[in-house]
């Protein structure tokens, strides 16, 4: 079975500052992975994958995520928070092989951003 | 624009009554999904539906009812509506599982 633990509810970081939302899993298979985005009253969003391709992966809004299969990790960062990036984050998972096993999702990461 | 669309997008309803959700997509995907979103609890799988014609049961489906209508269409039934079912849930579909999922814009749910 899949699982995926996201440290941290809830992140603050000044606008300007490296944003790091961290995300761990759990397969047993090798997984893809993913991470979206959710503003508020809204649907959610890809920002990004990895389908075992390039262990490092850029998404839309300059967000980058590094898959490290040592430390079963695919944290989400980003050099430069911008006040728009304040949203709620999620990380998932699902196996590699498995065509249409349904995506297991964290908890989620808030992030707020201030001036 | 292509998508998921699911409605209504509020729903206010009595314990007790029942309801059904709609949703469809215009992707040609051939996955569908429904989650539910709860404060703190990231979203849960409900039920899905790998292809049309099948539905398997996800991680909370206790209370619901699912129904693949068509390739296009997948709808979510609470046939009676109890508080601990006020959710956001959102459907969403895919093509295969290396592209991720597009969802759908909510339904905010109310159980009174």
């Known amino acids: 079975a899949q699982s995926v633990t996201q440290l941290g509810s809830h992140v603050s970081v000044s606008e300007g500052a490296l944003v790091l939302l961290r995300c761990n899993y759990s397969?047993?298979?090798?997984?893809?992975l993913f991470w979206y985005v959710q503003y508020p009253n809204q649907g959610l969003q890809l920002l990004l994958k990895?389908?075992?391709?390039?262990?490092l992966v850029k998404g839309i809004n300059g967000f980058e995520a590094e898959f490290k299969k040592s430390e079963t990790s695919f944290h989400l960062t980003k050099p430069s928070a911008h006040m728009s990036d304040a949203a709620e984050y999620f990380c998932a998972v699902t196996p590699g092989n498995s065509g249409n096993t349904p995506l297991v999702f964290g908890k989620g990461t808030r992030l707020s951003v201030i001036a | 624009n292509a998508g998921v669309t699911q409605t209504p997008k509020f729903q206010v309803l009595k314990t007790g009554q029942s309801m059904t959700l709609q949703c469809a997509q215009d992707m040609n995907h051939n996955s569908m999904y429904w989650y539910r979103q709860d404060p703190g609890m990231g979203l849960r799988l409900i039920y899905y539906?790998?292809?049309?014609?099948?539905?398997d049961k996800g991680e909370v489906p206790n209370g619901y009812n699912v129904s693949r209508l068509n390739k296009r269409e997948f709808s979510l039934r609470l046939e009676s509506a109890a508080p601990s079912q006020t959710s956001v849930y959102f459907c969403?579909?895919?093509?295969?599982?290396?592209?991720?999922?597009?969802f759908g814009s909510g339904t905010r749910l109310t159980v009174v």
């Open positions: 969403a579909s895919s093509a295969r599982g290396a592209d991720g999922y597009t």
């Open positions: 397969s047993s298979v090798p997984p893809y």
């Open positions: 539906s790998a292809s049309e014609g099948t539905t």
């Open positions: 990895y389908t075992s391709a390039a262990t």
